[in-house]
Nanobody, 130 residues
């Protein structure tokens, strides 16, 4: 059974940076494309970034493009989301999820669709505030 664990969230000032981690528990992450999603208070969960199984392809929502970078270290069974130039509107609970189809993950970016993604963890809270 797929199970992912998110970590690295916290309180940061506008303009600051955080690096989130998404670790796999009980399975090999390298067989899956991974997506990062976020859910702001009172809003639906939205897809913000995906990375392919090899790590050679990535995709981003317009809202985070140029500020966030997704990467993976299959040897460590972990996917990362480096978040720079953080804004108050980035405040949300951040989740990662897995799929065998990178194209499916990409289709979730910028939408509230989450079907076909699996292994949802409890998320990690990111608060951007001065």
């Amino acid at each position: 059974q797929l199970q992912l664990v998110e970590s690295g969230g916290g309180l940061v000032q506008p303009g600051g940076s955080l690096r989130l981690s998404c670790a796999a528990s009980g399975f090999t992450l390298e067989r899956y494309a991974i997506g990062w999603f976020r859910q702001a208070p009172g809003k639906e969960r939205e897809g913000i970034s995906c990375i392919s199984i090899s790590g050679g392809r990535t995709n981003y929502a317009d809202s985070v493009k140029g500020r966030f970078t997704i990467s993976r270290d299959n040897a460590k069974n972990t996917v990362y989301l480096q978040m720079n130039s953080l804004k108050p509107e980035d405040t949300a609970v951040y989740y990662c999820a897995a799929t065998t189809l990178f194209s499916l993950c990409v289709g979730r970016i910028g939408t509230s669709l989450t079907s076909g993604m699996d292994g949802w963890g409890k998320g990690t809270m990111v608060t951007v505030s001065s």
